[in-house]
């Protein structure tokens, strides 16, 4: 079992490392965090289950990413649609 919780601690930093290095893209950024999303769900999962604990957590868990990944993709399409790209370099902050 700490082979897994291991190897999800790489993933984690791994998708951690590639949302730092990449930010060209909003499309590619929100994969990643859905990616980084999946794998802190996965390691809930093998927490809870470790701990014979009820997996509600879970499920309330996984409604709110599914919430947050719709949120994330309806604001990228707004922005599309206003600004023609995706590209962070084409965005004011003002």
């Given amino acids: 079992m700490e082979n897994m919780e291991f190897f999800v601690f790489i993933l984690f930093f791994i998708g951690n490392l ?13 994969m990643i965090l859905e990616f980084i999303v999946l794998i802190l769900w996965y ?5 809870l289950s470790m701990v014979n604990y009820n997996m509600y957590m879970l499920m309330l868990f996984l409604v709110f990413s599914v919430c947050e990944g719709a949120l994330g993709l309806s604001i990228m399409v707004s922005m599309i649609r206003t600004h023609g790209n995706d590209y962070f370099q084409s965005f004011s902050m003002i």
Avoid: A, E, T, V
Wanted: without cysteine; positive net charge; charged residues 5%.
């Fill in 18 to 30: 590639i949302y730092i290095m990449n930010h060209k893209h909003l499309l590619i950024m929100m």
């Fill in 43 to 47: 390691f809930m999962y093998l927490y």
